[in-house]
């Protein structure tokens, strides 16, 4: 571990636990299940060493576990624990090992954690426990957690290297609460990383409580009565600045011979493993030089925490001579106050702020006469030494475990409140209240829809695009709320632009328009044209007028020979879906049922060709709007009566429905960080777009297999809006129709976008047109149902089929 991590407590002894091996056969993974675990009232995923691995955060997380079962037993934490393959221990009974130098174990740990449900995750962070430069493993699992993330920092550096602060930059980024011991690391934070106050929780390190001044007591057990004693505790190492308390003892025993130094602690692993012993021989030959080794007690051994304290009481000062001012914590620090000792300390971070106030003595750092002056004033005035031992034991009345217990308890409900506890299936009915549409207005003008906004407030100058322009267009066929005057001013105007947007002469759409008007580019992306398509359809079939569907069916008529050309598959994707709607409304369409065979055909040979026995998708990469694609192969396969494409599209629906699930059972859109990761599904940022295309294609599926499971799935991603999310954020405002950005791991992004505003809204009538081709169809006959379950009847299936015997260009 690097410096200023509460590296200097000792380890203490778990229980036997069960050893579980992974899928490879590996024991990388223990699993345990705890009855109190299923009635607690929160449940934490706690990510550190643990005990009995011989280092502070072990310990720290060891008394985190037990401080808070025995003051709070309605909280209760999953342990993964970080494991050293060099140096193994036995972590017994805890819910998983991750193995610090294996990049895989963190992606598989993260979503096992994701998996279990928990309420908030707790990570322990200090760069030496992880793997990888500086630590950079742990980003491969906090990328990959979905509950709320709370980071306590062992370190934070005044002068971090470049890899270290951008490390720190990241888990800040995640984290929905930081929790630091110290004020001084709480400064740090906000002046050097811009972190809010409101997102930082200072809680001091924790310490044991127990009755002031018992020394005699305890001295006389170490058979050293009627002495007086100093202490150091840890694992021995230069950064220790042991070298300056042997240099000071000399000046000590010439005054007060009956003085003994208590070295307590072994040797620090890595450097036995660098050097074996020879720094501890060293120092043991400076005291032979000095002419006090008799002078000097070594207790060469770790001990447990228990023993620890029993050796703190036996002294009257502990001293902590450490060079290195930054510092950030001192397990034993914390302990040596609370039990009243008489601390001298270097003002490293920690002691300045603790021993503040003349609770205990700070002197310059790597001075031999500095420790001695202090130690001989103590020793002098015993009057004066007991007047620091009650001013420190008063501060440690702070820090005492059942005042930690309260603030950790009170930091994971902060984090929690919003997580969600009950399964989908406990909640009410879906709200199919229709929303107002007074926010989707305030984003148009007489060009089209603005793409962005700050907070609610439309943001010029980023202009327009052709995508969202033609979502708009498709909202106004489908808003049954809106008024016509209002209908035909806003088609007339997103018609328009998509009119204005056709470059015949590169005969492709554009995408983005200036606000001046002028465009930012000659041609759009291949999902935009792919869109602008499906608008066109859409509008062809369920325009608001006749005029407004004449415009359409002929500019899709006019750009229809474009996909030729195109080979994204979200672009193909979308023009079927709008070769669909032009095919219900015009059954002898050749060129839309060409285009829906040619699609069918390559969708259906992309899902067989990426598909894989633990991945059923079309591409290794999860991208946006990922239902679609099942859609799109669902619409192709209905109506030209390939039923191996219905029941790949429902299959492949199936599979990422389920990969959109959480383990409370609400809705978990596909995050944007999914988008570089192949074959994962990473939970933020979590985006509206995928909530609208959950919703439609349930839609799509319902209408080829008309299963309960498609219309409560829809009701589940329609839900994701108001609240059933991993934050438990609201994201729409039934009243003016708004919906926020999305949910980053901090919570909701809290500007209202077109494309949020516009897939909320879609959205609503998809769920509420399925919620109605349900009643209609359960007061129909079974038998019609079904019969119209694959085609629209069978007179049209039949000229489709004769239609789709000519021949098709490939994608």
């Given at each position: 571990m690097?410096?200023?991590?509460?590296?200097?407590l000792?380890?203490?002894?778990?229980?036997q636990?069960?050893?579980?091996p992974?899928?490879?056969?590996?024991?990388?993974?223990?699993l345990?299940?705890?009855?109190?675990?299923?009635t607690a009232?929160?449940?934490?995923?706690?990510?550190?060493t643990?005990?009995?691995?011989?280092?502070?955060?072990?310990?720290?997380?060891?008394?985190?576990?037990?401080?808070?079962a025995?003051?709070?037993?309605?909280v209760t934490?999953?342990?993964?624990?970080?494991?050293?393959?060099a140096?193994?221990v036995?972590?017994?009974?805890?819910?998983?090992?991750?193995?610090q130098?294996?990049?895989?174990?963190?992606?598989?740990?993260?979503r096992?954690?994701?998996?279990?449900g928990?309420?908030?995750?707790?990570l322990?962070?200090?760069?030496?426990?992880?793997?990888?430069?500086?630590?950079?493993?742990?980003?491969?699992?906090?990328?990959?957690?979905?509950a709320?993330?709370i980071?306590?920092l062992h370190?934070?550096?005044?002068d971090?290297?470049p890899?270290q602060?951008?490390?720190?930059?990241?888990?800040?980024d995640?984290?929905?609460?930081?929790?630091v011991m110290a004020?001084?690391?709480?400064d740090l934070?906000?002046?050097?990383?811009?972190?809010g106050?409101?997102?930082i929780?200072?809680?001091e390190?924790?310490?044991?409580?127990r009755?002031?001044g018992?020394?005699?007591?305890?001295?006389?057990?170490?058979?050293?009565?009627n002495?007086?004693?100093?202490?150091s505790?840890?694992?021995?190492?230069?950064?220790?600045?042991?070298?300056h308390?042997?240099?000071a003892?000399?000046?000590?025993?010439a005054r007060?011979p009956?003085?003994l130094?208590?070295?307590?602690?072994a040797?620090?692993p890595?450097?036995v493993?660098?050097?074996?012993e020879a720094?501890?021989?060293?120092?043991k030959?400076?005291?032979?030089?000095?002419?006090?080794?008799d002078?000097?007690?070594?207790?060469?051994?770790f001990?447990?925490?228990?023993?620890?304290l029993?050796q703190?009481e036996?002294?009257d000062?502990?001293?902590?001579?450490?060079?290195n001012?930054?510092?950030?914590?001192?397990?034993?620090?914390?302990?040596?106050?609370?039990?009243?000792?008489?601390?001298?300390?270097?003002?490293?971070?920690?002691a300045?702020?603790?021993l503040?106030?003349?609770?205990?003595?700070?002197?310059e750092?790597c001075?031999s006469?500095a420790?001695?002056?202090?130690v001989?004033r103590?020793?002098?005035?015993?009057?004066?030494?007991?007047?620091?031992?009650?001013?420190?034991y008063?501060?440690?009345r702070e820090?005492?475990?059942p005042?930690?217990?309260?603030?950790?308890?009170?930091?994971?409900?902060?984090?929690?409140?919003?997580?969600?506890?009950r399964?989908m299936?406990?909640?009410?009915?879906?709200?199919?209240?229709?929303?107002?549409?007074?926010?989707?207005v305030?984003?148009?003008?007489?060009?089209?829809?603005v793409?962005?906004?700050?907070?609610?407030?439309?943001?010029?100058?980023?202009?327009?695009?052709l995508?969202?322009?033609?979502?708009?267009?498709m909202?106004v066929?489908?808003?049954?709320?809106?008024?016509?005057?209002?209908?035909?001013?806003?088609?007339?105007?997103?018609?328009?632009f998509?009119?204005?947007?056709?470059?015949?002469e590169?005969?492709?759409?554009?995408n983005?328009?200036?606000y001046?008007?002028?465009?930012?580019?000659?041609c759009?992306?291949d999902?935009?044209?792919?869109?602008?398509?499906w608008?066109?359809?859409h509008?062809?079939?369920?325009?608001?007028?006749?005029?407004?569907?004449w415009?359409a069916?002929?500019?899709?008529?006019?750009?229809?020979?474009m996909m030729?050309?195109?080979?994204?598959?979200?672009?193909?994707?979308?023009?079927?879906l709008?070769?669909?709607c032009?095919?219900?409304?015009e059954?002898?369409?050749?060129?839309?049922?060409?285009?829906?065979?040619?699609?069918g055909?390559?969708?259906?040979?992309?899902?067989?060709?990426s598909?894989?026995?633990?991945w059923?998708?079309?591409?290794?990469?999860?991208?946006?709007?990922?239902?679609?694609?099942?859609?799109a192969?669902?619409?192709?396969?209905?109506i030209?009566?390939?039923?191996?494409?219905?029941?790949?599209g429902?299959s492949?629906l199936?599979?990422?429905?389920?990969?959109?699930?959480?383990?409370s059972?609400?809705?978990?859109?596909?995050g944007?960080?999914?988008?570089?990761?192949?074959?994962?599904?990473?939970?933020?940022?979590?985006?509206?777009?995928?909530?609208?295309?959950?919703?439609?294609?349930?839609?799509?599926?319902?209408?080829?297999?008309?299963?309960?499971?498609?219309?409560?799935h829809?009701?589940t991603?329609y839900r994701w809006?108001?609240?059933?999310?991993?934050?438990?954020?609201v994201?729409?405002d039934l009243?003016?129709g708004?919906?926020?950005d999305?949910i980053?791991p901090?919570?909701?992004?809290?500007?209202?976008?077109?494309?949020?505003?516009?897939?909320?809204?879609?959205?609503?009538?998809?769920?509420?047109?399925?919620t109605?081709?349900?009643?209609?169809e359960?007061?129909?006959?079974?038998?019609?149902?079904?019969d119209?379950s694959?085609?629209?009847?069978?007179?049209?299936?039949l000229?489709k089929?004769?239609?789709?015997?000519?021949?098709?260009?490939n994608?």
């Amino acid at each position: 571990m690097g410096n200023g991590t509460t590296k200097d407590l000792p380890p203490r002894q778990p229980g036997q636990g069960l050893r579980t091996p992974d899928k490879g056969g590996s024991e990388v993974i223990r699993l345990f299940s705890d009855p109190a675990a299923q009635t607690a009232r929160r449940r934490v995923a706690l990510i550190g060493t643990y005990v009995p691995r011989k280092c502070g955060i072990a310990t720290f997380t060891g008394d985190i576990v037990e401080q808070a079962a025995l003051y709070h037993p309605d909280v209760t934490f999953d342990v993964y624990a970080m494991a050293d393959p060099a140096r193994p221990v036995d972590h017994g009974a805890i819910a998983g090992e991750i193995l610090q130098d294996e990049r895989a174990d963190y992606a598989r740990m993260a979503r096992r954690i994701n998996d279990s449900g928990v309420d908030a995750v707790w990570l322990q962070h200090e760069y030496g426990i992880f793997g990888g430069d500086c630590g950079e493993m742990v980003l491969d699992l906090v990328d990959r957690v979905a509950a709320p993330l709370i980071v306590t920092l062992h370190t934070v550096l005044a002068d971090p290297s470049p890899r270290q602060r951008a490390i720190l930059e990241r888990l800040i980024d995640r984290a929905s609460q930081v929790m630091v011991m110290a004020r001084h690391s709480r400064d740090l934070l906000m002046q050097m990383y811009n972190v809010g106050d409101a997102r930082i929780t200072v809680i001091e390190h924790g310490a044991p409580d127990r009755p002031f001044g018992r020394q005699d007591l305890f001295k006389q057990a170490l058979g050293i009565e009627n002495r007086k004693v100093m202490m150091s505790f840890g694992l021995i190492g230069p950064g220790k600045g042991l070298e300056h308390v042997i240099e000071a003892m000399p000046a000590i025993t010439a005054r007060h011979p009956d003085f003994l130094y208590r070295i307590v602690g072994a040797t620090h692993p890595n450097l036995v493993a660098e050097q074996g012993e020879a720094y501890r021989e060293r120092l043991k030959a400076l005291a032979d030089d000095l002419g006090v080794a008799d002078h000097i007690e070594w207790v060469d051994r770790f001990v447990e925490t228990e023993e620890l304290l029993d050796q703190l009481e036996a002294s009257d000062i502990y001293v902590t001579a450490y060079p290195n001012l930054q510092q950030s914590t001192s397990g034993t620090l914390s302990y040596a106050v609370a039990l009243g000792k008489a601390v001298i300390s270097t003002p490293y971070l920690h002691a300045a702020e603790l021993l503040a106030d003349g609770v205990g003595e700070l002197i310059e750092p790597c001075s031999s006469g500095a420790i001695a002056d202090a130690v001989n004033r103590l020793l002098d005035d015993p009057a004066e030494l007991e007047a620091l031992q009650r001013r420190a034991y008063a501060r440690g009345r702070e820090t005492i475990w059942p005042r930690y217990a309260d603030g950790v308890v009170r930091m994971i409900d902060h984090v929690a409140a919003d997580a969600p506890r009950r399964p989908m299936i406990e909640l009410a009915t879906c709200d199919l209240r229709t929303p107002g549409l007074s926010g989707f207005v305030a984003m148009c003008d007489d060009t089209g829809m603005v793409q962005h906004a700050i907070g609610q407030v439309p943001d010029r100058r980023h202009g327009y695009c052709l995508d969202d322009n033609a979502r708009a267009l498709m909202l106004v066929s489908e808003a049954e709320a809106m008024d016509a005057p209002t209908a035909d001013r806003l088609g007339a105007t997103f018609a328009a632009f998509i009119n204005h947007a056709w470059n015949p002469e590169a005969q492709r759409f554009r995408n983005f328009m200036h606000y001046d008007r002028s465009w930012g580019e000659e041609c759009g992306s291949d999902d935009a044209n792919g869109r602008a398509l499906w608008a066109l359809g859409h509008t062809a079939l369920r325009g608001r007028s006749e005029d407004l569907r004449w415009w359409a069916r002929g500019l899709f008529d006019e750009v229809l020979a474009m996909m030729d050309a195109i080979e994204s598959p979200r672009a193909i994707a979308f023009a079927t879906l709008g070769a669909a709607c032009r095919i219900e409304g015009e059954p002898d369409h050749a060129g839309a049922l060409s285009l829906l065979n040619r699609s069918g055909e390559f969708l259906h040979r992309l899902l067989a060709e990426s598909r894989r026995p633990d991945w059923g998708w079309f591409e290794t990469v999860l991208g946006y709007d990922n239902p679609r694609l099942s859609q799109a192969l669902i619409e192709a396969g209905r109506i030209t009566g390939h039923g191996e494409w219905v029941l790949a599209g429902l299959s492949s629906l199936r599979w990422i429905s389920t990969m959109q699930l959480s383990a409370s059972g609400q809705f978990r859109p596909v995050g944007s960080d999914s988008f570089t990761h192949p074959h994962e599904a990473l939970p933020f940022d979590q985006q509206p777009l995928e909530a609208q295309a959950a919703v439609e294609a349930a839609a799509s599926a319902y209408r080829a297999d008309p299963s309960q499971r498609w219309i409560d799935h829809a009701q589940t991603a329609y839900r994701w809006f108001f609240g059933h999310n991993d934050r438990g954020a609201v994201l729409a405002d039934l009243a003016s129709g708004q919906c926020r950005d999305g949910i980053t791991p901090r919570g909701p992004n809290r500007n209202c976008g077109a494309e949020s505003i516009l897939a909320f809204q879609l959205a609503h009538y998809g769920v509420v047109a399925l919620t109605r081709s349900q009643s209609d169809e359960s007061e129909s006959p079974e038998s019609e149902a079904d019969d119209q379950s694959m085609a629209f009847h069978a007179g049209e299936i039949l000229e489709k089929r004769r239609l789709s015997e000519k021949p098709a260009a490939n994608f």
